[in-house]
């Protein structure tokens, strides 16, 4: 079983940067891929960003590419979210997840990850 505990949630302007955080309790870490989500109420939870176990391979939603950067440090068992330039759409709660089975054309998928932890909300103010 993997905790995932988020961090660094809360409120920005339109503009402004936050960064978020999710550690992990496993020591295995180093063999997750790793992804952020996102969902408002009522929504479902889409797919922000995405790292690879080893860290080589990122993949980004169309709508936060150029504004976020995902990273990892498999030493401290943490990956971060870096959210530049945020927008009043990036509002939501903002979920990390782990798993081992993802693929390229699968990462997107919620299915794909085993383990969540309990989000962080970001709110963005105009």
């Known amino acids: 079983q993997v905790h995932l505990i988020e961090s660094g949630g809360g409120l920005a302007q339109a503009g402004g940067s936050l960064r978020l955080s999710c550690v992990a309790s496993?020591?295995?870490?180093?063999?997750?891929?790793l992804g952020w989500f996102r969902q408002t109420p009522g929504s479902e939870r889409e797919f922000v960003a995405f790292i690879s176990s080893n860290g080589i391979m990122t993949s980004y939603a169309d709508s936060v590419k150029g504004r976020f950067t995902i990273s990892r440090d498999n030493r401290m068992n943490t990956v971060y979210l870096q959210m530049n330039r945020v927008k009043v759409e990036d509002t939501a709660v903002y979920y990390c997840g782990a798993g081992t089975q993802m693929t390229i054309l699968s990462m997107t998928s919620t299915d794909m990850y085993d383990y969540w932890g309990q989000g962080t909300q970001v709110t963005v103010s105009s």
């Open positions: 496993d020591r295995t870490f180093a063999n997750y891929g």
